[in-house]
């Protein structure tokens, strides 16, 4: 089992910054994929980001060149640096953990089965 913790959401200005931070227990050596999803009122969960466990990255063409995902120095720590943020940036943020491999980082973005997932933490950009 492997628990997640998320933190670092809240509000901010368009053009703001803020990092999320996705803290993870358990039985974290068995993780292969860890990635953010966000889901905002109304409209699906989408990925946000993904990174395997030999650190190969896909992002959402919606966030690319403003948000950067990644780990801690003992992988039990999973980061979002979110850059340049768009109103339209506003959502649920969810941090993800799965043991499973076979597919690419692209394809895990795209994928909503894992098997872990945090609470939450809600960020709100404001234009």
């Known amino acids: 089992q492997v628990q997640l913790v998320e933190s670092g959401g809240g509000s901010v200005q368009a053009g703001g910054s803020l990092r999320l931070s996705c803290a993870a227990y358990g039985y974290t050596y068995s993780v292969y994929f860890m990635g953010w999803f966000r889901q905002a009122p109304g409209k699906e969960r989408e990925g946000v980001a993904v990174i395997d466990s030999d650190g190969s990255t896909s992002y959402a063409d919606s966030v690319k060149g403003r948000f950067t995902i990644f780990q801690g120095g003992a992988k039990n720590t999973l980061y979002l640096q979110m850059n340049s943020l768009k109103p339209e940036d506003t959502a649920m943020y969810y941090c993800?953990?799965?043991?499973?491999?076979?597919?690419?980082?692209?394809?895990?973005?795209?994928?909503?089965?894992?098997?872990?997932w945090g609470q939450g933490t809600q960020v709100t950009v404001s234009s």
């Open positions: 993800a953990a799965d043991e499973r491999g076979g597919m690419t980082a692209i394809q895990a973005l795209g994928f909503f089965g894992y098997h872990y």
